[in-house]
């Protein structure tokens, strides 16, 4: 395939890809995207590499511009840096890709090179960016029970294959059609049988989630008057327990930053918790930023408050570049005078996994992005978690799709651990999910709100957070060898032209 047919074809697939996400989810749009995509790195196989990289830049492109159109609500030049960054990413990933194509059983090592594109991409640049996997298009069809049993780069793989026989199925031959079609309806059919919920049911816990709003826009928020929200709606809710028109909780969470102050700086803030955990007879999981090692850092964290004062801490691990960090500050900082403005400290990331004790209940806390991470879920699921927790603010995002990418993150979280998962948001999305990635109960945006469940506590393991780590690893050496038998192949293929 020519080069000029080849990248519009590219640009198209993107487009198919994005559509899969909010604000558009059409279901299995990125299937036939990815599908589109290998039909034409399939086309190009003894292509120059150039060609070659230009197909996955335009697809990039064409994926990533609208997928994370929202980063525009931090700033244009944050959202041109990382489409950018993605770009890159995804042109030098279709490399090893078309390589792998190559190979007798395409869709299998074709799937195994994907995953590792994937895996590539979640860790690099700095924290990487596991935003727009082929995994997250499962939820809301029958291929998202995967998730339980083989984890998200599993799903991935698998999802991939589906796209491969969508390619098989445009090409010759009576047999290969039929296997193809043989495929799709076991895996779709499997997928309608594959069980869901709680991993091991335990007892359940009564859970309040706090929505306290947000006043103003990105980075207008008054200093302290966040918390202030926060400590009035759960002030209303403690009042209706004490009266009576509420069960008691064993546990209260609220999201991230909804402390902008440090509890443990403030004695008077710190009393007005107290004061609370006293009065509902549960701890509460704080959200807050936290003072770091000189007035130049931070920590963005969640504190279990109990009626003996804060306990375990939990630090946010996958912190995002640019947005509470700024790499290269001191180089950037001459060019860019706003970096230093916006972000005057550099939040520090956390080293622990995120399982706390939290009365009752030991909860396992990610921080907005973290949930996007498998190996921040993994181990904290493996340190004991009985309940997800996802303490966010998307406050910056308010409008944008940003909220419901997230959100649908969390729900195939729920599925792939088996447990319920508790989203306390600044202002949206706020919601409660049960094991099987339902919705038990969803807050009204952009306004404060309690959201109360009983949930079910999880005491096993499912088989992808019991496999952790190795399928990944599994599925990214076999990409890599796919890559080298590929490229060896072309290298032999080009040695014969020239014979």
């Given at each position: 395939?020519?080069?000029?047919?080849?990248?519009p074809?590219a640009?198209?697939?993107?487009?198919?890809?994005?559509?899969?996400?909010?604000p558009?989810?059409?279901?299995?749009?990125?299937?036939?995207g990815?599908?589109?995509?290998?039909?034409?790195?399939?086309?190009?196989?003894?292509?120059?590499?150039?060609?070659?990289?230009?197909?996955g830049?335009?697809?990039?492109?064409?994926?990533?511009?609208?997928?994370?159109?929202?980063?525009?609500?931090?700033?244009?030049?944050?959202?041109?840096?990382?489409?950018?960054?993605?770009?890159?990413?995804?042109?030098?990933?279709a490399?090893?890709?078309?390589?792998?194509?190559?190979?007798?059983?395409?869709?299998?090592?074709?799937?195994?090179?994907?995953?590792?594109?994937?895996?590539?991409?979640?860790?690099?640049?700095?924290?990487?960016?596991?935003?727009?996997?082929?995994?997250?298009?499962?939820?809301?069809?029958?291929l998202?029970?995967?998730?339980?049993?083989?984890?998200?780069?599993?799903?991935?793989?698998?999802?991939?294959?589906?796209?491969?026989?969508?390619?098989?199925?445009a090409?010759?031959?009576?047999?290969?059609?039929?296997?193809?079609?043989?495929?799709?309806?076991?895996?779709?059919?499997?997928?309608?049988?594959?069980?869901?919920?709680?991993?091991?049911?335990?007892?359940?816990?009564?859970?309040?989630?706090?929505?306290?709003?947000?006043?103003?826009?990105?980075?207008?928020?008054?200093?302290?008057?966040?918390?202030?929200?926060?400590?009035?709606?759960?002030?209303?809710?403690?009042?209706?327990?004490?009266?009576?028109?509420?069960r008691a909780?064993?546990?209260?969470?609220?999201?991230?930053?909804?402390?902008?102050?440090?509890?443990?700086?403030?004695?008077?803030?710190?009393?007005?918790?107290?004061?609370?955990?006293?009065?509902?007879?549960?701890?509460?999981?704080?959200?807050?930023?936290?003072?770091?090692?000189?007035?130049?850092?931070?920590?963005?964290?969640?504190?279990?408050?109990?009626?003996?004062?804060?306990?375990?801490?939990?630090?946010?691990?996958?912190?995002?570049?640019y947005?509470?960090?700024?790499?290269?500050?001191?180089?950037?900082?001459?060019?860019?005078?706003?970096?230093?403005?916006?972000?005057?400290?550099?939040?520090?990331?956390?080293?622990?996994?995120?399982?706390?004790?939290?009365?009752?209940?030991?909860?396992g806390?990610?921080?907005?992005?973290?949930?996007?991470?498998?190996?921040?879920?993994?181990q904290?699921?493996?340190?004991?978690?009985?309940?997800?927790?996802?303490?966010?603010?998307?406050?910056?995002?308010?409008?944008?799709?940003?909220?419901?990418?997230?959100?649908?993150?969390?729900?195939?979280?729920?599925?792939?651990?088996?447990?319920?998962?508790?989203?306390?948001?600044?202002?949206?999305?706020?919601?409660?999910?049960?094991?099987?990635?339902?919705?038990?109960?969803?807050?009204?945006?952009?306004?404060?709100?309690?959201?109360?469940?009983?949930?079910?506590?999880?005491?096993?393991?499912?088989?992808?957070?019991?496999?952790?780590?190795?399928?990944?690893?599994?599925?990214?050496?076999?990409?890599?060898?796919?890559?080298?038998?590929?490229?060896?192949?072309?290298?032999?293929?080009?040695?014969?032209?020239?014979?």
């Amino acid at each position: 395939m020519r080069w000029w047919l080849a990248a519009p074809c590219a640009a198209v697939a993107g487009l198919l890809s994005a559509a899969a996400f909010d604000p558009w989810s059409v279901p299995y749009a990125m299937i036939v995207g990815v599908a589109l995509l290998v039909w034409v790195l399939r086309r190009q196989r003894d292509a120059r590499v150039a060609a070659v990289l230009l197909s996955g830049a335009l697809y990039g492109a064409a994926f990533m511009g609208p997928l994370i159109w929202w980063m525009n609500a931090v700033s244009s030049g944050a959202y041109v840096a990382l489409v950018a960054a993605q770009v890159v990413m995804l042109a030098i990933i279709a490399v090893p890709l078309r390589a792998a194509l190559r190979l007798p059983g395409w869709p299998l090592w074709g799937a195994a090179a994907w995953v590792l594109g994937e895996q590539v991409r979640s860790g690099f640049p700095f924290s990487g960016f596991p935003w727009g996997r082929l995994a997250h298009t499962a939820i809301d069809t029958p291929l998202a029970p995967y998730a339980r049993l083989v984890g998200m780069p599993g799903t991935s793989a698998l999802l991939f294959l589906l796209a491969a026989m969508l390619v098989v199925l445009a090409g010759a031959g009576i047999a290969r059609r039929s296997l193809a079609v043989g495929v799709v309806v076991a895996v779709v059919v499997a997928g309608l049988f594959l069980p869901s919920g709680l991993a091991g049911a335990g007892p359940e816990r009564r859970i309040a989630a706090i929505q306290g709003n947000t006043p103003g826009a990105f980075l207008t928020w008054p200093r302290g008057e966040i918390g202030a929200l926060h400590l009035a709606e759960t002030q209303r809710y403690a009042d209706a327990v004490s009266a009576g028109t509420e069960r008691a909780p064993d546990l209260v969470v609220w999201p991230e930053n909804a402390l902008d102050v440090d509890p443990f700086a403030d004695p008077v803030l710190a009393g007005r918790i107290q004061a609370l955990v006293q009065q509902l007879g549960a701890p509460i999981l704080v959200g807050a930023i936290l003072d770091g090692l000189s007035d130049r850092t931070a920590y963005n964290a969640g504190i279990v408050w109990d009626g003996d004062g804060p306990g375990e801490v939990y630090v946010k691990r996958k912190l995002v570049p640019y947005g509470e960090y700024v790499p290269f500050r001191r180089e950037l900082g001459e060019l860019v005078p706003r970096v230093d403005r916006d972000i005057p400290r550099d939040m520090l990331p956390g080293r622990r996994a995120g399982d706390l004790r939290a009365g009752s209940v030991v909860v396992g806390d990610t921080i907005c992005w973290d949930i996007a991470y498998d190996g921040v879920v993994e181990q904290a699921v493996r340190g004991g978690a009985e309940v997800l927790v996802v303490q966010t603010s998307n406050a910056s995002f308010t409008g944008t799709s940003q909220p419901d990418q997230q959100f649908k993150i969390s729900r195939l979280r729920a599925i792939e651990t088996g447990r319920w998962v508790v989203v306390p948001s600044t202002n949206g999305i706020s919601g409660i999910i049960d094991a099987s990635g339902r919705v038990v109960a969803e807050a009204p945006r952009e306004q404060p709100a309690t959201l109360v469940a009983d949930v079910g506590t999880a005491t096993g393991q499912t088989p992808a957070t019991r496999a952790g780590r190795w399928p990944a690893v599994a599925l990214m050496t076999l990409g890599l060898l796919g890559w080298v038998l590929g490229a060896r192949d072309l290298r032999r293929s080009r040695r014969r032209e020239h014979a």
